[in-house]
């Protein structure tokens, strides 16, 4: 059972232009939502992170937002670049866990074209 | 970055072989972690430890054994590889005293075959 669903699998953006990567969950006792980049060969690292009492957060060209009756939380890039091509998890944590556990999605792999 | 580092980079072994992947890490860390990726399937998590003395399943621990042989080492064993072990496996840290942000620090993987 996938606790956090990501779409879509695989997206190809043109330079410039903006790519989106959505993810919903289920379980209301998450309490933070990190994502992490992957370029190949590489292991993921932390690109962002959110938690549920803002609805937005940004950092230079990446911006989460997060809806929390809806509970879905999504990443975009704007001004997608060539060196934005690798492969982005959204994860959660439930404090409940108390071990900083994370749960991920199953990875968008993105392709930005020249 | 060499703060994660994982032995061996890529593995090709047989099925029924016992098979040992290496962790170490240097930043100090008290929680480890191993995931195996899969397309597809993105990251599951094998087993955890909170520090040498705790080791927890994951959601896939199945096929799978573990030793913190000290705070900075952690290994992943399969005890009779097969098939359907074939991906790449990550090893993670994290600090607890970072309990707030769970930022996990990855190795740069292993890739296995098991024929």
């Given at each position: 059972q996938q606790q956090v669903k990501q779409s879509p699998q695989s997206l190809i953006v043109q330079k410039g232009g903006i790519s989106i990567i959505n993810c919903a969950y289920?379980?209301?006792?998450?309490d933070y939502f990190p994502w992490y980049q992957q370029f190949p060969g590489k292991g993921p690292a932390l690109l962002i992170a959110i938690r549920p009492d803002v609805s937005e957060k940004k950092e230079g060209r990446f911006t989460i937002s997060f809806n929390k009756s809806a509970k879905q939380f999504s990443l975009h890039i704007m001004d997608s670049q060539p060196g934005d091509s690798a492969t982005y998890f959204c994860a959660a944590r439930s404090i409940r866990t108390g071990f900083q556990k994370l749960v991920f999605g199953t990875g968008t792999r993105l392709l930005v074209s020249p | 970055d060499a703060d994660v580092t994982q032995t061996p980079r890529n593995r090709i072994t047989k099925t029924g072989k016992r098979i040992m992947l290496e962790c170490s890490q240097t930043k100090g860390h008290d929680r480890m972690y191993w995931y195996r990726q899969d397309p597809g399937l993105g990251l599951r998590l094998i087993y955890y430890s909170f520090d040498v003395k705790d080791i927890n399943k994951g959601e896939i621990s199945d096929g799978y054994s573990v030793s913190r042989q000290a705070q900075a080492k952690f290994s992943l064993s399969l005890e009779s590889a097969i098939p359907n072990q074939t991906a790449l496996y990550f090893c993670a840290t994290s600090d607890s005293g970072l309990a707030r942000t769970s930022e996990q620090f990855f190795g740069p993987g292993t890739r296995l075959t098991v024929l």
């Open positions: 289920e379980n209301t006792a998450f | -």
